[in-house]
């Protein structure tokens, strides 16, 4: 085993830390996992000690030694702008689990995991949201912060159903079953109550976020202005995913756009139908797909293929 070259995948999100060693074949012979971090939010420490109990765990299953490791090939939430970038790598390089060190947002490994190209789209959508990009040339893009609030997962979808109760209360929305449906969840008694509460910022971030599946259950109902919200959300994601085919020319292209994050997991189809058609107005030949793999399996593919390892379709 000493001879062979082995790629050390890591996946860093809020809420885990995942690590898988794989060989220059894609075997993999171990697997880690631990809490999550994100360096920007709980410190640089607490992710890079993330990191190494999840490598830790992961090169014991697989008896290797951090020397043999050829490059630790990280998507780690929170690399968002240029020296963020450049400040990871760097720590994980004082780590030493690898002779070589590459940072991605973990968008990217997200990606990689859900399609059998080297290229496509993936838009997420938890209680955040983001979209990237990667093109056939290697390019990629990530949204970030551009994602506009109303796009924000769980938290845009509920801040949509607010502002539809209060357009509904004063005459510009029709009546919609969101009113008592969202004034019972947030335990208000009327509609003035609930936006002096938010004027007012007593409304918690949390509650708003937990109004999603009040939605998809009202929009699957027939509720019209719930139909209005998810399809606004949709045309709103799609758009994210064409301008960046558009910059990178992939209109034409056969290509993929992974759906990920649990707003997708929600009962109905309008969501999922209306980013399909909006996305192929403008790129006929792409198509929805669901993730193929774990990100940290994005993560190992990507590592292999920066160490110039062809990857068969059929399985990356």
């Known amino acids: 085993m000493r001879n062979r070259r082995f790629i050390l995948g890591i996946d860093q999100g809020s809420t885990h830390t995942r690590a898988v060693i794989c060989d220059s074949a894609g075997v993999i012979l171990g697997l880690g996992k631990t809490f999550g971090a994100c360096h920007s939010i709980d410190g640089m420490e607490r992710a890079m000690k993330a990191v190494a109990e999840a490598a830790q765990m992961a090169r014991e299953a697989a008896k290797v030694d951090s020397n043999q490791i050829e490059l630790l090939f990280g998507g780690l939430t929170g690399a968002d702008w240029r020296d963020e970038y450049d400040l990871l790598t760097e720590n994980l390089e004082m780590l030493q689990l690898a002779n070589q060190v590459r940072v991605v947002n973990d968008s990217i490994i997200a990606l990689r ?98 109004l999603a599946p009040l939605i998809f259950r009202l929009a699957k109902e027939g509720d019209f202005a719930a139909q209005k919200i998810i399809r606004a959300f949709g045309v709103g994601l799609a758009e994210l995913v064409t301008a960046g085919f558009r910059r990178f020319s992939m209109r034409e292209i056969d290509v993929e756009v992974v759906l990920s994050g649990s707003i997708f997991k929600g009962p109905g189809t309008l969501l999922q139908d209306t980013i399909q058609a909006e996305i192929q107005r403008d790129a006929p030949h792409a198509r929805l797909v669901n993730s193929r793999y774990e990100p940290v399996v994005g993560a190992m593919i990507l590592g292999l293929e920066a160490c110039g390892v062809e990857i068969d379709p059929s399985v990356g």
């Open 113 to 210: 995991g859900g399609t059998q190209a080297s290229y496509g789209a993936i838009l997420i959508a938890g209680t955040g949201a983001n979209c990237a990009i990667l093109s056939p040339s290697g390019e990629s893009y990530i949204y970030h912060y551009y994602v506009d609030d109303y796009l924000q997962g769980g938290t845009g979808l509920g801040r949509s159903a607010l502002w539809t109760i209060y357009r509904a209360e004063t005459g510009r929305e029709v009546q919609t079953k969101l009113t008592e449906a969202v004034l019972e969840a947030l335990e208000f008694a009327s509609v003035d109550e609930l936006l002096r509460a938010q004027a007012e910022r007593r409304l918690p971030h949390d509650r708003v976020k937990e």
